[in-house]
T-cell receptor, first 112, second 114 residues
Framework: KQEVTQIPAALSVPEGENLVLNCSFT??????LQWFRQDPGKGLTSLLL?????REQTSGRLNASLDKSSGRSTLYIAASQPGDSATYLC???????????FGKGTTLSVSS | GAGVSQTPSNKVTEKGKYVELRCDPI?????LYWYRQSLGQGPEFLIY????????DSGLPNDRFFAVRPEGSVSTLKIQRTERGDSAVYLC????????????FGEGSRLTVL
C-alpha cells in the first residue's frame, strides 16, 4: 500500500530565505506526482505536476524534483515571501486513472 | 463555471440524520473525485468517477456512504445515519481525463455532526 510522508511537518523561516520541502513515497511505481498548496479553510490549489518520466518542473519561484528510484520529491521555494505561508501537500498516484494518495503536508510560515 | 463548485460550504447536522453534499466540476472534465480531510491530515480518497460510473469506490468507509453522478457532470455524496466521526471537510476534485491529469479542487464542504 502506497504511503506518502512529508518532512518537516512545520517550518518557520524569515522572508527572503530559500527553502526545501521533502516528500517520500514507499512504492516507486508511480504515474505522476503533484504538489498542492492549501490555505487555512480553503481547498487545494495545484502548484506543479511531474509525470513519472520527468525529473523536475518549474513555475516561477517554485521548482519540484522527482527521483522515482529513491521514492523522493522535493519542492524548492526561492526567495520566500509572507504570502507563501500555507500548507504544502504532496500526492502520488500509482497508475493512470487511479486516485492520488496524499501526505499530511508541511505547514510553512514565512515571517516579514 | 470557472472552477469546481461545492455546496453547501458548511453543514451542521445531528447524529443519525441524512446528509447530501453536492459537487459541480469544471465543465468538460470527465473525471470526478471525492476526498475527506480531517484536521491536520492530508485528504483521504473516497471514490472517483469516470463519466457516470464509479471507477473506484474502495475508499468509502462503509455502506452509509454513497455517491452518484447520473449525468456525468454534477455529483452528490450521500451519507446516511451520520455519526460524529463523519465530521470533516469533504473535498471534490475534477480532471480533464482519468489519465493522470492535473486535479482541480473545490473549496470543500465542512460537515459537523453534533
Amino acid at each position: 500500500k502506497q504511503e506518502v510522508t512529508q518532512i518537516p511537518a512545520a517550518l518557520s523561516v524569515p522572508e527572503g530565505e530559500n527553502l526545501v520541502l521533502n516528500c517520500s513515497f514507499t512504492d516507486s511505481a508511480i504515474y505522476n506526482l503533484q504538489w498542492f498548496r492549501q490555505d487555512p479553510g480553503k481547498g487545494l490549489t495545484s502548484l506543479l505536476l511531474i509525470q513519472s518520466s520527468q525529473r523536475e518542473q518549474t513555475s516561477g519561484r517554485l521548482n519540484a524534483s522527482l527521483d522515482k528510484s529513491s521514492g523522493r520529491s522535493t519542492l524548492y521555494i526561492a526567495a520566500s515571501q509572507p504570502g507563501d505561508s500555507a500548507t504544502y501537500l504532496c500526492a502520488v498516484n500509482g497508475q493512470a486513472g487511479t486516485a492520488l494518495i496524499f501526505g499530511k503536508g508541511t505547514t510553512l510560515s514565512v515571517s516579514s | 463555471g470557472a472552477g469546481v463548485s461545492q455546496t453547501p460550504s458548511n453543514k451542521v447536522t445531528e447524529k443519525g440524520k441524512y446528509v447530501e453534499l453536492r459537487c459541480d466540476p469544471i465543465s468538460g472534465h470527465t473525471a470526478l473525485y471525492w476526498y475527506r480531510q480531517s484536521l491536520g491530515q492530508g485528504p483521504e480518497f473516497l471514490i472517483y468517477f469516470q463519466g457516470t460510473g464509479a471507477a473506484d469506490d474502495s475508499g468509502l468507509p462503509n455502506d452509509r456512504f454513497f455517491a452518484v453522478r447520473p449525468e456525468g457532470s454534477v455529483s452528490t455524496l450521500k451519507i446516511q445515519r451520520t455519526e460524529r466521526g463523519d465530521s470533516a471537510v469533504y473535498l471534490c476534485a475534477s480532471s480533464l481525463t482519468l489519465a493522470g491529469g492535473e486535479l482541480f479542487f473545490g473549496e470543500g464542504s465542512r460537515l459537523t455532526v453534533l
